[in-house]
């Protein structure tokens, strides 16, 4: 499999905190190759399935307040934004990609709660099966990694 990803630490554990994996119901087979994914990275890490929730929005434009909820809860300590975009006919995509991105990061910055994007925003449906567990390897998987990343930095930062 190619690696482009990050390699993340192997010492670095999901800790007892617990963790929002906010999925789009859009392109159903791949976004559950991307939850799997990201289920797995936690749980590989040692989270308990008590410490992940797992919540759908209709699609990936609705992720950022979702996500922002989420992240102002009190709940969780990260939350994964999943959504699969595949490019159509129509600029369409164009506006969810760039709303989404966006909302997601400022959602993140207003909370102080890391929010990842797992949001594949893809051509055509054969670069998309490559990130969901294909060739290029899986970004569900990925964007958990990061989580637990930053969950890991922001308790250094911070002290706590
Ligand atoms: N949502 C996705 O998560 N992925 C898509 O590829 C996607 N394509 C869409 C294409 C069109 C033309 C429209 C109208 C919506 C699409 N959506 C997609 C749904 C979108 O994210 C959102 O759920 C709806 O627009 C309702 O706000």
């Known amino acids: 499999m190619q690696k482009t990803g ?4 192997n010492a670095l554990s999901a800790g007892d905190g617990r963790y929002a994996i906010v999925a789009a119901r859009w392109h159903a087979e791949l976004m559950d190759a991307l939850i799997t994914g990201a289920s797995e990275a936690l749980s590989s890490r ?7 929730d ?8 609705e992720l950022p307040l979702a996500c922002d909820q989420a992240a102002q809860s009190g709940k969780y300590v990260a939350v994964i934004a999943l959504g699969v975009v595949i490019q159509g006919e129509t600029p369409h ?6 709303s ?5 990061m400022q959602a993140g ?6 929010i990842l ?5 893809c051509h055509t449906m054969e670069q998309a099966l490559d990130r969901a567990g294909g060739k290029v390897g899986n ?4 964007a958990a990694l990061a989580a637990i990343e930053m969950v890991n930095l922001l308790r250094t930062i911070t002290g706590n």
């Open 6 to 9: 990050p390699t993340l630490d």
């Open 46 to 52: 040692g989270a308990k399935e008590s410490q992940i």
């Open 54 to 61: 797992v919540l759908r929005v209709p699609g990936s434009f």
């Open 93 to 98: 995509h164009d506006y969810i990609n760039m």
């Open 100 to 104: 989404v991105a966006q909302g997601l």
């Open 109 to 114: 910055q207003k909370s102080g709660i890391p």
């Open 117 to 121: 994007f797992g949001v594949l925003t």
């Open 139 to 142: 970004k569900g998987e990925e």
